[in-house]
């Protein structure tokens, strides 16, 4: 666990020395796979900050920044990333953020409901359901 961390550490300090949003993805993409999901998004975030000058689109950065939050159990701000990624003209990436970000208000609800909350949490089901029909909308599959 400490050696991931270090590895981890070291790839964030690289990317943001070089401010290649490039190594910020592949970063993310491998702290993903290793379910590192906390430095998969803070990679994903680097990518997201510097993407227009390497001609990378930030919403795609964002989405994986929006789907590496959600799957650490951070469902607001995963909701947040999953909003920036809908600026996208890619309606394949505005579908699947749209899906996701009602997969985060879903969860978010939860925590609402939990904390006794429930007219947030009835709130955020029905702006996920928003999330889900507009996904249905580009893709009814």
Avoid at 29 to 46: L, Q, Y
Avoid at 52 to 80: C, K, M, W
Avoid at 106 to 131: F, G, I, R, W, Y
């Amino acid at each position: 666990m400490k050696r991931v961390l270090v590895l981890t550490l070291l790839i964030l300090a690289a990317a943001a020395r070089a401010g290649d949003p490039w190594t910020a993805m592949r970063g993310g993409m491998h702290s993903f796979a290793r379910t590192n999901f906390a430095a998969a998004a803070t990679n994903f975030a680097a990518a997201a900050a510097t993407a227009a000058t390497e001609q990378l689109d930030p919403a795609v950065a964002r989405y994986n920044e929006g789907t590496a939050l959600l799957a650490a159990g951070q469902p607001a701000e995963a909701a947040r990333a999953l909003s920036e990624a809908l600026r996208s003209g890619d309606l394949t990436l505005q579908q699947k953020a749209l899906f996701n970000r009602g997969n985060a208000l879903m969860a978010l609800s939860a925590e609402q409901e939990q904390a006794q909350k429930l007219d947030e949490a009835v709130k955020q089901v029905q702006e996920a359901q928003a999330m889900y029909e507009n996904a249905m909308t580009l893709d009814p599959r």
